[in-house]
């Protein structure tokens, strides 16, 4: 065996991670394998820290607590948003921390989706995530549409993933507006945002991306992308804690602009108080904002972003790159014919933050892990998703993680598991 497949790598690699000392702060990483940060995110001392303070200016302040405290809650929303600007390379009136990330798709819709003459189609993927179709549909129905006439979904060569000239060959003279994700939730295939933008806008149409699966674990360049809308949670690779409030991107150019779905928070704050029954909306991307902000969904997202303020986005990716590369060879050489198909692309360009495994024993294969305290996280039919987090995840995690599929196949472990389905997975 080559020293690299050998635990003694994995050591080695731990002792030069200059991430190392992150994972102390999740403090939960040691207890358990968690692959499944993808989905949601380890809880943290630094996100209880800032939401305890939250709750400290409520016992404290009370109602001044909108003004007052560590963190008043009244620009948190703005606050928070700055600090999301170097993950998604954008400017910091273009970024505020709202909603969730099918709300915010909501906004955006209403407020980009203009069917104008032949120009009324949505264009997105087969392999989307289902509450984005949903979301989209519903606003195709609220135009007095069809879906059957103003929804094109790409479809994939494989099931798995997609090929970006057929979706830029589907940018056709009716498309109103491309709504695509930049990594598929199931596959992990990142797509080529930077070249599908320039493509819808050569086609004049906007563009906007699903950042869900991404944002924490890779650089973006929104703006220099010219990227027209973005929009994504927080609970993911960020660590915000569950049901923690999304965010949303905004060109410049489109701002400031009238939000589709407005409430007293898309208001210019200097006005906002005085009640006036005429909106005059914030000039920057806090004009997407509907109500009060859910400021204790908020709280912890301040402790856990400082992590992202210190370290640079490069260098949780140049980990991340190197955990799933790891992850795929290991996959490769020590699991090489117990019917393993890795789905994910192998380029590194190609990729974001996850590996997901296909396998026809898929949901057993995920018990037989649990139960011996890895957390992968299981796609129906046959897809077993490992998201090693940089943050909390070391090599050994990795390694040990291969060692365990490893003994489950040899001994046929799985095979004590059913193949029924939980309701949350
Ligand atoms: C996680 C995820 C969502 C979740 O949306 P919520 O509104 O936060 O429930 C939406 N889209 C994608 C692609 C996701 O991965």
């Known amino acids: 065996m080559s020293f690299t497949l050998s635990r003694q790598f994995a050591e080695t690699e731990d002792r030069n991670d200059p991430l190392a000392p992150y994972r102390r702060l999740f403090p939960p990483a040691a207890e358990r394998i968690y692959l499944a940060g993808n989905s949601l995110g380890l809880w943290s001392e630094r996100a209880e820290q800032s939401l305890m303070a939250v709750l400290e200016s409520w016992r404290h302040h009370g109602v001044d607590g909108w003004s007052h405290g560590p963190y ?206 005429t909106l005059v909306p914030s000039s920057d991307a806090g004009a997407f904002q509907i109500g009060t902000p859910h400021i204790l969904s908020l709280a912890p997202l301040m402790g856990s972003l400082e992590m992202f303020r210190e370290i640079p986005i490069e260098t949780i990716r140049d980990k991340s790159l190197r955990l799933t590369r790891y992850l795929m060879d290991l996959v490769n050489h020590r699991l090489a014919d117990r019917g393993f198909r890795i789905v994910t692309p192998l380029q590194d360009a190609r990729r974001g933050g996850h590996v997901a495994l296909a396998h026809p024993d898929a949901i057993r294969i995920s018990k037989a892990l649990k139960a011996r305290q890895v957390i992968p996280d299981y796609r129906p039919p046959r897809i077993i998703r490992l998201a090693p987090s940089p943050l909390y995840t070391t090599y050994q995690d990795v390694w040990d993680t291969v060692n365990h599929l490893w003994e489950i196949m040899e001994y046929r472990e799985y095979e004590r598991y059913s193949p029924e389905r939980e309701v949350v997975s």
């Open 72 to 277: 008043p809650w009244f620009d948190l929303s703005e606050r928070l948003g700055r600090l999301m600007v170097p993950l998604v390379g954008a400017n910091p009136h273009e970024v505020i921390v709202t909603g969730s990330t099918t709300v915010n798709l909501h906004q955006l819709l209403a407020t980009f989706y203009r069917p104008r003459g032949r120009r009324i189609k949505i264009l997105t993927d087969s392999l989307a995530f289902p509450s984005d179709i949903y979301a989209i549909k519903s606003h195709i129905t609220l135009h007095g549409l069809t879906v059957e006439e103003a929804l094109i979904e790409v479809a994939s060569p494989d099931g798995l993933t997609l090929d970006e000239n057929a979706v830029i060959q589907a940018m056709t003279d009716d498309v109103a507006l491309v709504i695509l994700p930049s990594v598929l939730f199931v596959s992990g295939q990142r797509l080529d945002m930077a070249t599908l933008t320039a493509a819808a806008h050569d086609r004049g149409i906007l563009i906007g991306f699903d950042l869900a699966h991404s944002v924490g674990i890779m650089p973006h360049q929104l703006s220099a992308w010219g990227v027209d809308f973005a929009f994504w949670c927080t609970y993911k690779y960020l660590n915000g804690g569950p049901g923690s409030v999304g965010a949303l991107y905004v060109a410049d150019r489109h701002l400031p602009k009238t939000p589709g779905l407005a409430g007293w928070f898309s208001s210019d704050k200097a006005v906002q108080f005085d009640m006036a029954h």
